[in-house]
């Protein structure tokens, strides 16, 4: 008896559609904005001139747990389907010229588990299956062609199924799709056969000995029907089942890792045998089984990764005809495990060996992986779907296996602070990181692409404050400055120029170490006596001063000059404010944040230098600024050759705005909104207009990129999508090529996140 397409109405299965509409102001993106007023960038946006590469987002329906590409209205361009755990839905995407429509909603039933998009019913127009898991139930779409489907329509399983994986098949090798599902409930795998024109025999029950999880089908030898291999999460094993002409049996037990989940099967060594991939969720590795001749299999050979797999996906990234490999991580081993947020990838090297770890950022809450042409370039991109915010995000493929995403790199524990310099003499610009944490400094080496390693780590003896990168003693090496708490020295780390250093140098910042310790929050590195060499200025905190260390010009530093300065001076700065040769102070200066009852307005700062290491006291200036600044930072927004100030004010989700101008004062500040929790800003020319923009980094996960027009006001926004828990940035040309690259640091979840520059 053949089942009849139901209409998934009644008691057995209850259809329906929850969207939640996503409002997002566009005032921002549009021309003729007010850009002083408080403009909501959508932390999904997407840039609208893409200067930094980073992965793109898209909105879904409801929890998006799993995602399908396919080219549904056939117009040689993959679409997104995504299956939405809460909205019960499909989620259909249509691309379009630069990007994706948005998508259509179509309901599916209750606990959309697992899905296919395969041409079901033969007419050469792609359909949707979904596995239902709580219903026993497969749900069926029936694709127009056009980019529609029809209603929907089921097919029942046995009762107490639960099905939890589904895939299409050509099992009985009649040239017609069938479908398998792995139906933990029962300990089953249930095969619906199909009959042409998309209907179906009653099902099957395959009995196995165990709950089954990953699932696959296909010819593992030249003999009909497909093969079956089924995963064995909890006996650690792959188990091989064929056909003997009236059932499927068990062929062989394949072991694998802990907790194997995910299976696919691609040939990684080009011998034509298919080999195996198994995720395995109680370690950090997946597994590989190398066909062998014969048909039988290897042992497993590990890979590791991070940290747990959770999705694999295979293809070739370079170009070279070797399949490469993508995954998607948990962020630990155990039943409370969650999506780590990244994919990493490893490249084939055909010699059974793969190379090249590299880990990406991945949508918030990335629960499903596929690889697909996404461009029409012809390289296979990477899309997920992202739990967290109810999207998918896409990640082109560059053609040379690399991808358009953050790439990221780990520190130490709660990085902050951190500087740009060449430390190895590779003439490529390395940085170094305070970590906070563990008492830390991470120096992390580029190769000249971009590419980052570790060079050394240097242990402190107290909380790192502050960091700053120069040449100091003459050798063509570059030297750290670091300022702890606690402390009333600094200390100078000379370069031996291969990433690594000498002991410090201590250097007292006050002629006596009595009286409240100074807490330096910044340093600033600049020659200010005209001798040629780097000093050294340390904005004092807690002892509202500024202490100046003059180099003697072999990286040794004479008798601290204290200038007292304005209220708990938190970021300082050296510039040729007058254009008079000598460098100038600038700073912020607040109130105390550790002194509930310090009123003190916040300001920046202004003193001449006066050439030979002091400072103008008749020249001392203040304009007021916003309240709680966190930071600040100097460069030239107008084009004018005389530099502006910006400062950040985190709880106030702005920045203010101070312009240089012809008296050599600054201009009243002005409030311009940017953003939620902005914590870091950086002015780079970024365009190559001869005009600063705004770079500035929000806590909650965003880069926001602002042209500058030269008068103050900005275009607008751009968003770059990284991950909250971000806390600096900073914008330079790392790879040598056209174009600034960015650095944001992540203090909540310890990395570095490097992303490309590109045409825009």
């Not at 209409?7 to 993106?29: A, H, K, N, P, T």
């Not at 056969?193 to 025999?201: D, I, N, P, R, Y």
């Not at 948990?330 to 060996?353: I, L």
């Not at 030269?710 to 600096?728: A, R």
Request: with cysteine; hydrophobic share 40%; net charge negative.
């Amino acid at each position: 008896m053949k089942h009849v397409r139901l209409m998934g109405r009644g008691g057995q299965i209850v259809l329906s559609v929850s969207v939640r509409i996503l409002v997002v102001s566009l005032c921002g993106f549009i021309a003729g904005c007010d850009l002083y007023d408080e403009v909501n960038v959508s932390e999904i946006a997407n840039p609208v001139k893409r200067a930094f590469e980073g992965r793109l987002t898209y909105s879904t329906g409801e929890l998006p747990y799993r995602v399908l590409i396919g080219d549904i209205n056939q117009d040689s361009l993959n679409d997104i389907v995504t299956l939405d755990w809460q909205g019960e839905t499909a989620s259909v995407a249509l691309a379009k010229s630069g990007g994706y429509a948005p998508p259509e909603m179509y309901a599916v039933g209750a606990t959309p588990r697992d899905g296919v998009l395969t041409d079901i019913d033969g007419d050469g127009m792609l359909d949707i299956a979904v596995a239902n898991e709580s219903l026993d139930w497969v749900t069926l779409l029936f694709g127009n062609g056009d980019g529609t489907f029809s209603e929907a329509t089921g097919l029942a399983l046995p009762e107490g199924s639960l099905p939890g994986e589904i895939i299409d098949a050509d099992i009985d090798g009649d040239g017609i799709v069938d479908l398998l599902t792995s139906d933990s409930g029962n300990s089953t795998l249930t095969l619906l056969k199909g009959e042409g024109e998309g209907a179906f025999l009653e099902p099957q029950e395959i009995p196995l000995s165990f709950q089954p999880s990953g699932l696959w089908a296909g010819q593992l030898t030249e003999d009909a029907p497909a093969e079956i291999v089924v995963v064995d999460s909890a006996g650690n094993a792959l188990h091989l089942l064929r056909y003997n002409g009236v059932q499927y049996e068990e062929q062989a037990v394949l072991p694998c890792g802990a907790g194997p989940r995910t299976l696919v099967a691609v040939d990684l060594n080009l011998d034509t045998r298919l080999d195996f991939l198994v995720s395995n969720l109680k370690s950090n590795d997946l597994s590989i089984l190398y066909g062998m001749e014969g048909g039988g299999y290897s042992m497993e050979t590990r890979l590791s990764f991070p940290s747990p797999v959770s999705r694999i996906a295979a293809g070739d990234f370079t170009g070279d005809t070797v399949p490469d490999i993508a995954v998607l991580l948990f962020d630990k081993v155990g039943e409370d495990r969650k999506s780590a947020g990244v994919f990493c990838t490893v490249r084939g090297d055909n010699t059974d060996g793969f190379k090249d770890l590299a880990v990406y950022g991945a949508g918030w809450g990335a629960m499903s992986l596929s690889l697909a042409d996404m461009n029409g370039d012809g390289a296979p991109d990477i899309c997920t779907a992202d739990l967290a915010r109810n999207t998918v995000s896409l990640a082109f493929n560059r053609g040379d296996g690399t991808f358009e995403s953050e790439r990221r790199y780990d520190l130490g524990d709660r990085p902050k602070a951190a500087v740009l310099a060449d430390f190895n003499g590779d003439g490529a610009l390395d940085i170094a990181v305070i970590n906070r944490g563990d008492n830390t400094i991470s120096v992390m080496g580029n190769d000249g692409q971009g590419v980052f390693k570790a060079l050394s780590k240097i242990t402190l003896t107290a909380l790192p404050l502050a960091l700053a990168a120069g040449e100091l003693n003459g050798d063509g090496k570059q030297d750290l400055v670091v300022a702890m708490t606690g402390q009333y020295a600094i200390r100078v780390f000379s370069g031996i120029g291969n990433g690594l250093f000498q002991p410090p140098g201590v250097f007292n910042l006050f002629a006596e170490n009595q009286g409240p310790l100074p807490e330096v929050q910044s340093i600033a590195l600049g020659d200010i006596n005209n001798d040629s060499h780097l000093d050294i200025v340390t904005g004092n905190s807690k002892r509202d001063s500024v202490s100046v260390l003059l180099n003697n010009g072999d990286g040794r530093f004479g008798t601290p000059v204290v200038t007292g300065v304005d209220n708990f001076p938190l970021d300082v700065h050296l510039e040729d404010v007058n254009r008079d040769g000598k460098l100038d102070l600038l700073f912020v200066s607040t109130n105390d944040p550790d002194v509930s009852t310090d009123g003190a307005e916040p300001r920046v700062v202004r003193w001449f230098g006066m050439g030979d290491g002091s400072f103008d006291e008749a020249s001392h200036t203040r304009v007021s600024t916003g309240g709680g600044p966190r930071a600040m930072e100097t460069g030239d927004l107008t084009g004018e050759g005389r530099p502006d100030v910006v400062t950040v004010h985190t709880a106030g989700n702005n920045l203010y705005l101070l312009q240089g101008v012809s008296n050599n004062n600054f201009s009243a500040g002005s409030k311009l909104f940017i953003g939620e929790d902005p914590v870091a800003v950086t002015l780079p020319d970024v365009n190559k207009d001869g005009k600063g923009d705004l770079v500035c980094a929000l806590n909650v996960g965003s880069i926001i990129l602002r042209f500058s027009r030269g008068d103050m006001t900005f275009e607008n926004p751009n968003n770059f999508i990284v991950q909250p828990g971000l806390s600096n940035v900073l914008v330079a040309n790392l790879d040598q090529d056209a174009f600034l690259d960015l650095i944001a640091i992540n203090t909540t979840n310890d990395y570095m996140a490097v992303m490309k520059g590109g045409r825009f």
